[in-house]
């Protein structure tokens, strides 16, 4: 039986992923244990909680082939900045942990498509990654069939979808690499004016997998059109532009693959905005991504790639366990106040999003809500909150394009806004977390006592983190964020 460890790192936001006798054991962010916010290091600690779920290390796979990116790195006279002296077998000599066992690396690419493509319960299906850059390829399709998974096509850099999107949330005003999701976040307060302008100047072909930008955009395109500066305009037009790219992508790989089923990954599948509008095209029966698509995703990816099987998927809840369940009555009393209630329990989530286990929890209704939230949270005021709704209740109350949104990767419009002003973007939709008994009891039981003595299925819900540092991980954390915020954490 396999033991192995996955490892995304030396990056940004490195993760840990183990795999025991073909079981996802364990998988979390290096930040959450370091308490440095997207640290690109392995953080001990964080190897240690691994370690913890195997009896030994037969394995360990890194997500990239250093030598390979190191060719393109020298190609695109990048290295000086990015070239790091030490090498992989030799920074990886620093955890003893980890001497006794055999180093493997995978292709960039293969470890996002087997991160998707083996938890994803499909036994066929077109499995398409999206990321800025791996160590060539910025687009891959692949065919899986059965435990195979056949690469069909790549697009190498410097034409990048990943990257464009990178450049104009840097042109925005955003930090690249790191706050795509606010550009996106402000795309919905402008119109998508620029967006012929923005093809024309950096499309050049667009029939996949022939698909070419004009220029390189890996260094920013701060001398691009410098007159331009209305920030919302930028934003909603270069995600048009990226929208309208992927459209003829997954086009092309439907066609290709002939399949109905879809496992999308890489970073640009954190675009729940486009998410919508790829379900909507009716192009796929059922679409599969893994609630962390991106580099760190690609811890448990490097692993499964090295697995080359189909393992159970055994939910988000991969990380710390902190154990105890909160007194529902307790917390639904909290709620009914009209209080910001604040939970840390059981494993910690992986991937982006806090989906009940470190949760700031409100009732969405009343007009001062998103006030009362952002006087603990303190971010952009123009960033909605997201809803946490009874899966059995949410075609009620939004247009959802999926049957299910367990892992908030799809945005709806809400029937009726004004009703949960909180949890609704300016443009009327909301980033919908649905959830039934399996997928999060805790969470299930307290929504569905609130249904019961308030009429309404869902609660607005955000990430439990103090400003600027990682989710909170473990009791320690949550009673230091209770303490700073003068409030109780369940
Ligand atoms: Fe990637």
Not at 25 to 42: G, I, M, Q, T, W
Not at 97 to 113: E, N, Y
Not at 217 to 238: F, K, Y
Request: hydrophobic residues 40%; aromatic residues 8%; proline residues 6%.
């Amino acid at each position: 039986m396999a033991h192995i460890l996955g490892l995304s790192c030396r990056s940004h936001d490195a993760a840990i992923a183990a795999v025991r006798d073909e079981e996802l054991v364990f998988a979390s962010h290096c930040e959450r244990y370091s308490r440095r916010k997207n640290d690109p290091a392995l953080a001990p600690a964080a190897l240690s909680a691994a370690l913890a779920h195997l009896d030994r290390v037969d394995d360990v796979v890194y997500y990239e082939r250093p030598v390979l990116k190191r060719t393109r790195q020298l190609r695109s006279g990048q290295l000086g900045l990015a070239a790091d002296p030490v090498g992989l077998r030799a920074y990886l000599r620093r955890f003893p942990q980890l001497r006794r066992a055999r180093l493997h690396v995978v292709d960039h690419h293969h470890s996002h498509a087997a991160g998707g493509y083996y938890t994803s319960g499909l036994t066929e299906a077109a499995v398409v990654v999206v990321d800025g850059i791996g160590e060539w390829n910025t687009v891959s399709l692949w065919h899986g069939r059965g435990d195979r998974l056949d690469r069909v096509a790549t697009v190498n850099y410097p034409h990048s979808i990943g990257l464009l999107y990178s450049a104009f949330t840097q042109r925005t005003g955003f930090k690249p690499n790191e706050e795509e999701y606010i550009m996106m976040g402000l795309a919905a307060y402008g119109t998508p004016d620029l967006a012929d302008l923005i093809w024309h100047d950096f499309v050049a072909r667009d029939d996949w997998p022939h698909f070419r930008l004009t220029r390189s955009v890996h260094r920013g395109i701060a001398d691009w059109r410098p007159e331009l500066t209305d920030r919302a305009t930028l934003a909603a037009s270069a995600q048009e532009v990226t929208e309208r790219l992927l459209d003829g992508l997954f086009a092309w790989a439907a066609k290709e693959t002939g399949s109905r089923n879809l496992v999308y990954s890489g970073g640009v599948a954190l675009n729940c905005a486009y998410n919508s509008r790829l379900a909507r095209t009716g192009l796929f029966d059922t679409i599969w991504i893994m609630p962390s698509p991106g580099d760190a995703g690609s811890s448990a990816g490097s692993a499964l790639a090295h697995l080359g099987r189909h393992v159970r998927w055994p939910g988000p809840y991969l990380g710390h366990d902190i154990g105890r369940e909160p007194d529902i009555e307790e917390a639904l009393a909290s709620l009914v106040r009209g209080e910001v209630l604040a939970v840390a329990h059981g494993r910690a989530e992986f991937g982006p999003r806090a989906l009940g286990n470190r949760s700031l929890l409100a009732d969405p209704r009343p007009p001062t809500a998103k006030r009362r939230v952002n006087a603990i949270k303190r971010r952009e005021p123009f960033r909605p909150f997201a809803p946490v709704v009874l899966e059995e209740h949410a075609h009620a109350y939004f247009d959802l394009p999926v049957p299910t949104s367990p892992y908030m990767q799809f945005v709806a419009r809400a029937h009726d806004p004004e009703a949960h002003l909180a949890v609704c973007h300016v443009d009327g939709t909301s980033r919908v977390q649905t959830v039934n008994a399996g997928q999060n009891p805790f969470v299930h039981q307290l929504l569905r006592r609130f249904y019961e003595e308030t009429g309404c299925p869902m609660l607005l819900n955000t990430s439990l983190n103090i400003k600027g540092e990682p989710l909170v991980n473990t009791t320690e954390d949550a009673i230091r964020f209770g303490k700073l915020h003068g409030i109780r954490v369940l």
